[in-house]
């Protein structure tokens, strides 16, 4: 699988860690930077990127690690068609993968050792989108990448049609478009 990898200076010696782990495990493997824990840069630059990777089709999956993994996946969620999820242990991992077809798997390297990220991004990796039920959940997250506003740097990437809003659903039962929670 050809994957991104991306990380700030706190995430740095993680994301070395992972990109040699995933490398071994067979991966093309694409750092997208930064290059060193020593320099301070900021996350937002690095979640893009990696977001950017994996919208534009780079990547097939993306890996983002800073202090905590919130920042880069924040950043990396601005980019229409990215879904970046911070995890924490295999089970979040799995779960983001089978649920919410993440495409972006985000680390803390504050917060994680090698040992839990490896297990973590290995289960990630091992897991499928189970779809059914979940689908209408992610065309309801597409809907809203296409709903952003045309001066949006990141609308040029949105594919589609202007979105009209799906219908919600509360306790199972259809609501109309547009009616509120």
Known sequence: MRIAVASDHAGFDLKAAVARHLAQAGHQVTDLGTDSADVPVDYPTFGRAVGRAVAEGRAERGVGVCGTGIGIAMAANKVPGVRAAVVHDVTTASLARRHNDANVICLGGRTLGSAEAFDAVDAFFAAAFEGGHHQPRLDEL???????????????????????????????????AGAEP
């Open 142 to 176: 597409a809907a809203l990448d296409r709903l952003r506003p045309a001066g949006d740097p990141g609308a040029a990437a949105a594919a589609g049609p202007p979105a009209v809003e799906p219908p919600r659903r509360v306790g199972g039962a259809p609501r109309k």
